[in-house]
């Protein structure tokens, strides 16, 4: 036995080695006498300061490690995969078939776009370090992808003395809630929540009883919008059409890009806005894309309508379709990744389209802080793409009602369906305020005990 293993404490526990004071980077580390299960696997985004994370040894050993369960594919909690592999990580990996699939696509195009803005800046020596290197690259990711076991939703898997159920929690295809029972606890982790009248996605299963809660609070202080969705989007395209401009909506490839081509389709065919090209221009949101209409099974639409959902729209695969782009003269919807203006090709379009007053960029979701889409919604004068400062000019609209998050209470209805209260909730993947706002709903609304963990705490589940 190695040593690391000779150091799992006998009492379980649970560390947060991530999604702890802020909304990204989920990792949650349990451990027994026998086992240590890591449930999620995520990059730390936004603040430089949290990135850097991702480039610092994970805290335990990965070869430790005995499983990692997924709730969702997202790269917040499934991106860091391919360095635990790399560190170690023997697997196996856990999460839904649906989930299985985005990871392939998602983790892959993580590691491309890292690998082409390491070569980007090496090319044009922007970079203080040389030379620049990915944090992965294309083989780790592959690797990674070796090893996952998929697990139907509504079905459990079982890795030594721990078992784990997945739920579906309609946040994006194949996400779940956990239902991790380990040394006779279950404890449940919440997973990124969706909300009970998304778009696309069907409302979340109602939690089952558990001894412990992981709870995410990323809008844990706030509710979202109640106006009408389609009005506001509607009269965004018409004035700025009425412009001479065009609408660019940086948006998540996963969940979110086929919620909006959905929304604007749906204008378009009953003539609440013009008949303008619509161009979806991320090769992975358009895999996900086609990836719906496989799982068509987990979200509202059917296969027709998944089918219709690319009826008209232009899918642009190459990076000649993308620059063929800057020839467009005339008013057109661009949709392209990602969703917090943090890399891809949406950074080329605002590299060109930010200082032309005529245009709109409509951020479609959660902003967090210290990324390039948050600057932007907070009226930033300038950004910096690719070691350039651009002015911002056109108009910047941020639509986060649109968000696959539930608002704080929705999370608080979704809750109060648990059969009985928790022992102790932890709420996590949120900002402070808005985690520590969620918290005291919990204990003041509900009479639950709750408390916000800290980067790197610690708590025996007794």
Not at 68 to 91: E, N, R
Not at 220 to 237: K, P, S
Not at 269 to 283: H, V
Not at 413 to 438: M, N, R, S, Y
Request: some cysteine; overall charge positive; hydrophobic content about 40%.
């Amino acid at each position: 036995m190695s040593e690391s293993k000779l150091q799992k404490n006998h009492k379980p526990r649970i560390s947060f080695f991530g999604a702890a004071g802020t909304v990204t980077g989920s990792r949650y580390l349990l451990e027994t006498q026998n086992s240590r299960i890591l449930v999620d696997c995520g990059l730390f985004q936004g603040y430089k300061f949290l990135r850097e994370k991702n480039w610092q040894p994970f805290p335990v050993d990965a070869a430790s490690i005995d499983v990692v369960i997924l709730t969702h594919a997202h790269l917040d909690h499934s991106g860091y995969l391919p360095v635990l592999v790399a560190q170690g990580f023997k697997g196996p990996i856990y999460s839904t078939a649906a989930t299985r699939d985005l990871c392939k696509i998602l983790l892959l195009d993580s590691a491309k776009i890292q690998e082409e803005e390491a070569n980007f800046r090496n090319r044009h020596h922007i970079s203080k370090h040389h030379p620049a290197k990915p944090l992965y690259t294309s083989d780790m990711a592959e690797k990674a992808l070796a090893l996952f076991e998929p697990v139907d939703e509504g079905k459990s898997a079982s890795f030594g003395d721990m078992q784990v159920r997945f739920h579906p929690n309609g946040h994006i295809l194949g996400s779940t809630y956990l239902d991790v029972c380990l040394a006779g606890k279950h404890i449940l982790f919440s997973g990124d929540l969706g909300r009970p009248s998304d778009l696309i996605m069907r409302p979340p299963e109602p939690p089952c009883y558990c001894d412990y809660l992981v709870i995410e609070s990323t809008y844990g202080n706030r509710l979202h919008d109640q106006r009408d969705l389609m009005t506001i989007v509607a009269d965004i395209v018409n004035e700025t059409v009425s412009h001479g401009g065009s609408v660019l909506i940086p948006s998540f490839a996963v969940g979110r890009a086929q919620g909006m081509l959905y929304l604007i389709q749906t204008l378009r065919n009953k003539k609440r806005i013009p008949y303008l090209p619509i161009y979806l221009d991320s090769p992975m949101a358009i895999s996900a894309t086609e990836l719906m209409q496989r799982h068509h099974h987990l979200h509202k639409l059917s296969h027709k309508q998944c089918l219709k959902l690319s009826h008209d729209i232009q899918f642009l695969r190459t990076v000649e379709q993308s620059m063929a782009l800057n020839e467009v003269v005339m008013p057109c919807i661009i949709v392209s990744a990602s969703g917090m203006a943090t890399g891809g090709r949406v950074l080329h379009h605002l590299k060109r389209m930010l200082g032309n007053h005529r245009n709109t960029v409509m951020f479609a979701g959660y902003q967090a802080g210290g990324t390039r889409g948050a600057r932007l919604v907070a009226g930033e004068p300038k950004v910096k793409i690719h070691g350039q400062y651009y002015k911002v000019k056109a108009r910047i609209e941020n639509m986060d009602f649109l968000s696959a998050h539930a608002d704080c209470d929705e999370i608080l209805q979704w809750l109060k369906q648990i059969p009985a209260a928790p022992k102790h909730c932890f709420v996590t993947h949120g900002e402070a305020e808005a985690a520590d706002q969620l918290r005291i709903k919990l204990n003041e609304e509900l009479g639950w005990s709750a408390s916000t963990p800290q980067m790197g705490e610690c708590q025996i589940l007794r």
